[in-house]
């Protein structure tokens, strides 16, 4: 093996390649981890003199076992400070260290040869594995994951198309379709859908099962009742007024979050509407807030915090050679019915 020059970059994948060993393996060498057989690291070891490779990071000592990085930017919303609960509970129990890193920007959501080298520094850096919440992984870091063995579990991925993405979930069909169902129980016909954008998968999922429950129940769909944006109170206020101020107004509407349903609240209280009165109102996720709501607010419940922790077991076991059951994990929504929900008014 010839050194290289000092203008061409020794990566850990050449050292693993070399080596013939995994990335993780050679992450694992460079680490002093104590599961490696003593033939391989003096292996590893040797290949690494040998080409003059030298970690772009140096993980410090400490006492965990793993590191493991979770990528998000809605670190502001209820529903991700549950789910990173989840993520650091089940953490802190394998003993591994957790890292919180907003979604790389350009270069690396773009070129794939960036792509690489990010995957490179966080292996390097004893990283063995991530965790991307609510987040559209970008193709060539999926790419450069898949060819340096580095795991990655998505929460509620954005898009769900990618066949070698693990995803974690619920089933957010049924659970549109169980929020659309009770306040059809309830008498109500006139009900408005207010979700999160289009080219979100989960949101559109939990449309389908609105829809699937009006259809079920011979209620004859009005796209004018119906609005996608953004999983935000603003969204969720804005649309309520224009649905609230319709002459044929709903009696109940759907939203496709917590957050969502919290500016549906506001909006009616804005143009002087009682809840659950002239309006029942439901959620989705099921975070703390609706506790804090007036009046308290009926919503699906995603397990979020078994999300996180579902992760964390998951991209643990990748990390060991163990694929999961399925590509794409679903866990069960249930409905909690709380204040904000009413027979429809006479």
Same mark, same amino acid.
């Given at each position: 093996?010839?050194?290289?020059?000092?203008?061409?970059?020794?990566?850990?994948?050449?050292?693993?390649?070399?080596?013939?060993?995994?990335?993780?393996?050679?992450?694992?060498?460079?680490?002093?981890?104590?599961?490696?057989?003593?033939?391989?690291?003096?292996?590893?070891?040797?290949?690494?003199?040998?080409?003059?490779?030298?970690?772009?990071?140096?993980?410090?000592?400490?006492?965990?076992?793993?590191?493991?990085?979770?990528?998000?930017?809605?670190?502001?919303?209820?529903?991700?400070?549950?789910?990173?609960?989840?993520?650091?509970?089940?953490?802190?129990?394998?003993?591994?260290?957790?890292?919180?890193?907003?979604?790389?920007?350009?270069?690396?959501?773009?070129?794939?040869?960036?792509?690489?080298?990010?995957?490179?520094?966080?292996?390097?850096?004893?990283?063995?594995?991530?965790?991307?919440?609510?987040?559209?992984?970008?193709?060539?870091?999926?790419?450069?994951?898949?060819?340096?063995?580095?795991?990655?579990?998505?929460?509620?991925?954005?898009?769900? +198309?990618?066949? =070698? #993405?693990? !995803?974690?979930?619920?089933?957010?069909?049924?659970? %549109? *379709?169980? @929020?659309? &169902?009770? $306040?059809?129980?309830?008498?109500?016909?006139?009900?408005?859908?207010?979700?999160?954008?289009?080219?979100?998968?989960?949101?559109?999922?939990?449309?389908?099962?609105?829809?699937?429950?009006?259809?079920?129940?011979?209620?004859?769909?009005?796209?004018?009742?119906?609005?996608?944006?953004?999983?935000?109170?603003?969204?969720?206020?804005?649309?309520?007024?224009?649905?609230?101020?319709?002459?044929?107004?709903?009696?109940?509407?759907?939203?496709?979050?917590?957050?969502?349903?919290?500016?549906?609240?506001?909006?009616?209280?804005?143009?002087?509407?009682?809840?659950?009165?002239?309006?029942?109102?439901?959620?989705?996720?099921?975070?703390?807030?609706?506790?804090? +709501?007036?009046? =308290? #607010?009926? !919503?699906?419940?995603?397990?979020?915090?078994?999300? %996180? *922790?579902? @992760?964390? &077991?998951? $991209?643990?076991?990748?990390?060991?050679?163990?694929?999961?059951?399925?590509?794409?994990?679903?866990?069960?929504?249930?409905?909690?019915?709380?204040?904000?929900?009413?027979?429809?008014?006479?």
């Amino acid at each position: 093996m010839g050194r290289r020059g000092r203008s061409e970059r020794v990566t850990l994948a050449d050292v693993a390649r070399l080596a013939g060993v995994s990335p993780t393996t050679a992450s694992k060498v460079l680490n002093g981890r104590s599961d490696v057989g003593a033939k391989t690291r003096e292996l590893v070891l040797g290949v690494m003199a040998e080409i003059g490779y030298k970690p772009t990071a140096v993980r410090h000592e400490q006492s965990r076992d793993n590191t493991l990085v979770t990528v998000l930017d809605i670190v502001e919303s209820r529903y991700a400070g549950t789910v990173l609960q989840g993520i650091l509970l089940a953490a802190t129990t394998a003993r591994a260290e957790l890292l919180l890193r907003l979604p790389p920007g350009e270069p690396v959501s773009t070129s794939r040869t960036a792509a690489r080298t990010w995957v490179e520094e966080q292996q390097a850096s004893g990283v063995v594995g991530v965790i991307a919440l609510a987040v559209a992984v970008p193709d060539p870091v999926l790419l450069a994951a898949d060819d340096l063995g580095l795991p990655i579990v998505t929460i509620d991925p954005i898009d769900t +198309t990618e066949s =070698r #993405l693990v !995803s974690i979930g619920s089933t957010n069909w049924a659970g %549109g *379709r169980s @929020a659309t &169902e009770h $306040v059809i129980k309830l008498g109500h016909r006139r009900i408005g859908w207010i979700g999160g954008p289009l080219g979100s998968a989960p949101s559109l999922e939990r449309f389908h099962g609105y829809q699937a429950a009006l259809d079920s129940a011979g209620v004859t769909p009005d796209r004018a009742l119906v609005r996608h944006e953004a999983f935000s109170v603003e969204a969720g206020r804005r649309h309520g007024r224009d649905l609230l101020a319709l002459a044929d107004r709903p009696t109940a509407i759907v939203a496709g979050n917590d957050e969502i349903a919290v500016g549906v609240l506001a909006a009616a209280g804005d143009l002087g509407i009682s809840v659950p009165g002239q309006l029942s109102v439901t959620g989705f996720d099921d975070t703390p807030q609706t506790q804090w +709501t007036t009046p =308290r #607010l009926t !919503s699906v419940r995603q397990p979020l915090e078994g999300m %996180g *922790r579902m @992760a964390v &077991e998951t $991209v643990l076991g990748m990390a060991e050679g163990v694929q999961p059951a399925s590509r794409h994990l679903q866990l069960a929504t249930s409905l909690s019915v709380r204040d904000s929900t009413g027979p429809a008014p006479a």
